[in-house]
């Protein structure tokens, strides 16, 4: 171990801005990651301002992780992306101890993991957290099922049970059928499926996840994308993903962590990364992002100004838009469940008339899911007649949509 002066890094604690409300769940203070003879003397010069290049020249020791500060909020997806040789995938294997720290402190829902004996790590890695690796780490000897429900055999639960709980894990990453099919069988994107689901068999709190997409093509690599989205909407788990790909990146992360040189560059959300970027190596990274395919409907949507309850009296709906200066409401039901859109001219109509309101809501008015990119919305919004729908998967409205928002956050 390193002595006391060189074992305590001076930055200050480097924490993104997102859900305030979450209670962090893992904390990374002051980790470092070296490997070489001469620590403590490539611990002063890194403290001292030198470089990481410089540092192994002159004493061979290669400086994994600098000074690593991270906090990361239950139920979000921490995204971290660097250049090979970043230290991204050393600071991943830190969280689960494949990789033990050389200093620094490291907690998981208030356990200093670093402090745990052999006993309390097994218990650990087999309880708390769980990884998805990028060659997908899955046995050729046992059937679909069978890897799937590893875990849970380890712990000795009884076959009927863990076959049952590993069906259900099947049914969600979208194989079923297909339990008793050999591993050998199937393609990268099932594969990966599979590993996904052998790591939530045991319900982690938290998942690690090296690169785990990289390996595979383009369209197969997008729909797993996108499974991770559903998976993490429907099961709240926090993520830890690491990647290359910056556009990857924006899509899945709440927040962002940009590595360079095995220290932290940058915190941040996507759009926070966009407007300020740190400096001219996050400014390049943010560059290269096709904002259509990073950004998605959650991170443009606004609220829409006028809501009507579709079984409101007629006559509050016209008063509501006349306050707010527009010429429609998007309709809701008593649980905000989306319904459609009335116009100013449809309201009218129905209080002259004596119509009830719901009889002439629109129907027909396009929707999407928070997490579809914006390139994917916007064909369909240059037809649209009004801002699109943003709903939840239980069609509760989120928010909304328009083309003028889409236009400013591709500026």
């Known amino acids: 171990m390193l002595n006391s002066d060189a074992a305590l890094p001076s930055n200050s604690l480097v924490s993104h801005n997102g859900d305030t409300e979450r209670e962090t769940v893992i904390e990374l203070k002051n980790v470092c990651k070296l490997y070489g003879g001469n620590k403590n003397e490539a611990a002063k010069m890194m403290k001292n301002g030198s470089d990481k ?11 994994a992780l600098w000074d690593v500060n991270l906090s990361i909020k239950r139920g979000e997806i921490f995204v971290i992306i660097g250049l090979s040789g970043s230290g991204k995938s050393t600071l991943v294997r830190c969280l689960n101890m494949l990789h033990r720290p050389t200093s620094g402190n490291i907690t998981v829902d208030g356990n200093e993991i670093v402090k745990m004996d052999k006993k309390e790590l097994i218990a650990y890695r087999r309880e708390k957290t769980a990884m998805v690796f990028q060659g997908f780490g899955l046995m050729s000897h046992r059937d679909v099922l069978g890897n799937i429900a590893y875990g849970l055999e380890i712990k000795k639960i009884p ?16 194989l079923e059928g297909m339990e008793r099919q050999p591993i050998s069988s199937l ?5 990966q499926r599979v590993g996904i689901a052998r790591a939530l068999a045991n319900d982690p709190d938290v998942l690690l996840m090296d690169e785990p997409f990289s390996a595979l093509d383009p369209l197969v690599r997008r729909d797993m994308q996108f499974e991770l989205l559903s998976i993490q909407r429907k099961l709240e788990k926090t993520v830890v993903f690491i990647t290359h790909d910056i556009n990857e990146a924006f899509k899945l992360g709440d927040t962002v962590a940009i590595m360079r040189d095995g220290m932290v560059v940058q915190v941040a959300t996507p759009e926070e990364m966009f407007e300020n970027p740190a400096d001219d190596y996050v400014r390049l990274f943010v560059d290269s992002a096709d904002r259509t395919k990073v950004l998605s409907a959650k991170q443009v949507m606004v609220t829409p100004s006028c809501i009507a309850r579709q079984n409101d009296a007629v006559g509050h709906t016209i008063q509501e838009m006349k306050r707010n200066g527009v010429s429609s409401a998007y309709a809701v039901d008593s649980k905000m469940r989306f319904r459609g859109v009335i116009t100013i001219d449809e309201a009218l ?6 119509i009830p309101m719901h009889d002439l809501i629109i129907t027909d008015v396009p929707t999407t899911l928070p997490d579809t990119p914006i390139g994917d919305i916007m064909p369909i919004m240059a037809e649209a007649r009004f801002p699109m729908a943003v709903v939840d998967d239980e069609n509760k409205l989120k928010g909304i949509i328009s083309k003028a928002a889409i236009l400013s956050s591709l500026g």
Do not use: D, P, W
């Open 53 to 63: 290049e410089s540092v192994y020249k002159k004493n061979g020791v290669t400086v």
């Open 349 to 354: 109509r129905a209080k002259n008339e004596r």
């Open 187 to 191: 393609s990268g994107g099932m594969r």
């Open 159 to 174: 076959k009927a049970q863990r076959e049952e709980k590993a069906l259900k894990l099947l049914h969600m990453v979208g």
